[in-house]
C-alpha cells in the first residue's frame, strides 16, 4: 500500500492525537505502522511476535503522547524510539523465558527450539534498508546495531570497541542524515 501525503501539518495532527481524536490516530496508525512493524521485525524476527509487539506499541503511543515532545524531535522518530525500545524489552522476555515448545502430530512430538532457529523471516520489503545503506559505514553500521539488531547504545560501544559519546554522536548524526535521505 502506498503511503499517503500528509493532509495536515504535524504540529495540527499533534494536537488532534492530545486531544484523543480517534481518526488521527486511524491515520497515524495507517501510515507509520508499516515502516514500524519492519524494525519490530527486524528486532524480534517473529512474525507473529512482531504483530503483538506493533499493537503494543500504538498503545503505548496512545497512552503516552503527552510525552512526546516536538522540540526534541519530530513524531516519527519519537514513535520509533518506541517501538525499538518495546520490541527490545519483547526480545529480551522472550529470551527469559523457556526457549522449548512441544509439538505434536499424529505419529510424534516434535521439541521446537526457538533459540536455535536461523531461518530469517522476510518481511515485505519498505525501503528503509536502502536508504540507510546510503549512510557512511561506520554510521550504518551503528544503526543496524541499535535499530535493527536490538543493542542498547553500550552494548552497541562495546561491540564496537567505542566510547559511547561517540556511539551515540554518530547515532544522532546518522538520524539526521536519515532525515534528509527521506525527505529527498
Known amino acids: 500500500m502506498k503511503r499517503q501525503s500528509s493532509l495536515v ?9 492530545n486531544r484523543r481524536d480517534q481518526q488521527a490516530f486511524q491515520w497515524l496508525y495507517d501510515q507509520y505502522s508499516p515502516a514500524l512493524y519492519g524494525v519490530v521485525l527486524r528486532i524480534v524476527r517473529d512474525e507473529e511476535q512482531a504483530q503483538d ?21 519530530r513524531l516519527f522518530t519519537w514513535m520509533l524510539n518506541v517501538a525499538r525500545n518495546t520490541a527490545i524489552d519483547a526480545l529480551r522476555a522472550r529470551k527469559a523465558q523457556p526457549s522449548s515448545a512441544i509439538r505434536t502430530d499424529e505419529d510424534n512430538v516434535h521439541i521446537i527450539d526457538r533459540q536455535h532457529n536461523t531461518q530469517q523471516p522476510n518481511p515485505d520489503h519498505i525501503g528503509v534498508q536502502d536508504i540507510v545503506s546510503q549512510l557512511r559505514p561506520e554510521r550504518k553500521q551503528l544503526i543496524d546495531l541499535v535499530y535493527f539488531a536490538g543493542y542498547t547504545h553500550e ?20 538520524l539526521q ?7 529527498s
Open 9 to 17: 501539518s504535524e504540529s495540527v495532527l499533534i494536537e488532534k492525537l
Open 53 to 73: 509487539v506493533l499493537q503494543d506499541i500504538f498503545v503505548k503511543i496512545w497512552k503516552n503522547l503527552d510525552a512526546y515532545d516536538a522540540t526534541k524531535g
Open 155 to 174: 552494548e552497541a560501544a562495546e561491540e564496537l570497541n567505542l566510547p559511547l559519546g561517540t556511539v551515540k554522536t554518530r547515532i544522532r548524526a546518522a
Open 177 to 183: 542524515e536519515l532525515k534528509q535521505l527521506f525527505k
